[in-house]
């Protein structure tokens, strides 16, 4: 092989990879202005609350069967692992109180988040992207109605505000299989089962975690209307729309888990476990 030959083809590896980080610089700054005019238009009328409300009622209601599934069978296989440890140092009436914070701290926001990224970020992810490869969006454009508006932020803003509730929810659901696993293995009582669960238990251990779903949800809508409004790759996009809105959205939820948990350490001492 010439010399001639080996310069071109590292001169073309150069290139490639300079065109690489050029499309990954541009992409972090399109979808940087892309939530900068999201939020801009979240509190700009009209507000578009009929199609909120539709939002919320197919990202909150429908995801009530996994998030309750995934609740009830986390809550049993935690309450069987602790009760197996916390024997052994003669501890186990500390098993609801653990139960009730390992849920409400941590357990229950960032599941939540991570299964509500899986099923309604790449459902928006790719409703988008099939309406932009069917130019079902140039449409509505063309009769002079913001699409942006119309489409993105009712996503969004329904995410923000259904992912609390959903954390919630399965709080609950873990509570209550954490309740069920150990009435069946110790006979323990309901009233002293909650009494032991919530002892321990301070609005600053279940307010702040809660609501920092609120900021999963704008990151899972985000990523996913960012991915699906702005493809051009007709159907292709439609399946890649889909794929990226789940893997980069939970993975921006557990690097933004990181330092929100930080941050509410910071503010709130008392919920330091």
Known sequence: MSDHTISSAALFMRQKKTNALTKSVEGIGSAALFAMRLIRDAF???????????????????????????????????????????????????????????????????????????????GMGASLAEMRATEQIDAIEALSVDSFKLLVVPRVVACVLALPLLTTFMDVCGIISGFLSEHFMSDLSFQLYITRAFSSVHWSNF???????????????????????????????????????????????????VFLVKIIFFLFPESAL
């Not at 069987?80 to 916390?86: A, D, K, V």
């Not at 900021?215 to 729309?241: H, K, M, N």
């Not at 889909?242 to 893997?247: D, E, F, G, I, Q």
């Open 44 to 122: 700009r009328a009209p507000f578009e609350m009929a199609f909120i409300w539709q939002e919320i009622a197919d990202q909150g209601w429908r995801s009530l069967p996994l998030i309750a599934s995934s609740g009830m069978a986390l809550g049993f296989v935690m309450t069987m692992h602790t009760r197996t440890e916390l024997i052994r140092f003669g501890a186990s009436a500390w098993i609801p109180t653990i139960q009730s914070l390992s849920f409400f701290v941590e357990i229950g926001p960032l599941l939540a988040a991570l299964l509500i990224a899986g099923r309604v970020g790449a």
């Open 207 to 257: 307010v702040p975690p809660t609501l920092k779903t609120a900021v999963f949800g704008f990151i899972i809508g985000s990523v996913s209307c960012f991915f699906g409004y702005t493809t051009d790759e007709g159907a292709e996009g439609v399946r890649r729309a889909a794929t990226n809105s789940v893997v980069i959205s939970s993975l921006l939820v557990i690097l933004a888990d």
